[in-house]
Antibody, heavy 119, light 113 residues
Framework: EVQLVESGGGLVKPGGSLRLSCAAF????????MTWVRQAPGKGLEWVSS????????YYADSVKGRFTISRDNAKKSLYLQMNSLRAEDTAVYYC????????????WGQGILVTVSS | DIVMTQSPDSLAVSLGERATINCKSS????????????LGWYQQKPGQPPKLLIY???TRESGVPDRFSGSGSGTDFTLTISSLQAEDVAVYFC?????????FGGGTRVEIK
């Protein structure tokens, strides 16, 4: 069974940093591109960043470019999101998600982890 | 950026009746190289992550009931629930994965009338 489990969220002050992790289970992690999507409380879905299976291709939303860094460790079957210079508008549930195939729809999502940026 | 516009924002449908959700993209989401529409539909229930229903605009994900169907091409797409069930109460999002930044529609809330 495919499972994605996020960790590392919490409360952080504006300007602070957090590192989200996503552990993958039940599939060959190194075969899939992965994505982070966030959802502010009561709002819609916002794509944050994607990374190809071997980390060759990396993409970011303009809203996080230069502040967030996506990475992966295929040996550890893990996806990461390093978030620096956090702002109040980064407050959201962050979902780790798997692309069905490279360049295709996201098919599996983690349960999400809440990041709150507040003083 | 490709802007995804959904309509309506919400709709109330009687049990067993049809629900129709529309999604319009600001640019075509078809790749000429493979003639595929890079468009998906998701269902999200409160406190849960989104669930993939439809991809390539009209391909039903494994395990999704056949009352859910997707149609359309280019810039205009539709998600249809042919006979609404109580468990279908949720917010539905369309999503283009044609090009970055990947974008989602604003969501349509489906309720029981």
């Amino acid at each position: 069974e495919v499972q994605l489990v996020e960790s590392g969220g919490g409360l952080v002050k504006p300007g602070g940093s957090l590192r989200l992790s996503c552990a993958a289970f039940g599939f060959t992690f190194s075969d899939y591109s992965m994505t982070w999507v966030r959802q502010a409380p009561g709002k819609g879905l916002e794509w944050v960043s994607s990374i190809s299976s071997s980390s060759t291709y990396i993409y970011y939303a303009d809203s996080v470019k230069g502040r967030f860094t996506i990475s992966r460790d295929n040996a550890k079957k893990s996806l990461y999101l390093q978030m620096n210079s956090l702002r109040a508008e980064d407050t959201a549930v962050y979902y780790c998600a798997r692309e069905k195939q490279s360049g295709a729809a996201v098919d599996y999502w983690g349960q999400g982890i809440l990041v709150t940026v507040s003083s | 950026d490709i802007v995804m516009t959904q309509s309506p924002d919400s709709l109330a449908v009687s049990l067993g009746e049809r629900a129709t959700i529309n999604c319009k993209s600001s640019q075509s989401v078809v790749y000429s190289s493979n003639n595929k529409n890079y468009l998906g539909w998701y269902q999200q229930k409160p406190g849960q992550p989104p669930k993939l229903l439809i991809y390539w605009a009209s391909t039903r994900e494994s395990g999704v009931p056949d009352r859910f169907s997707g149609s359309g091409s280019g810039t205009d797409f539709t998600l249809t629930i042919s006979s609404l069930q109580a468990e279908d109460v949720a917010v539905y999002f369309c999503h283009q994965y044609h090009s970055t930044p990947l974008t989602f529609g604003g969501g349509t809330r489906v309720e029981i009338k």
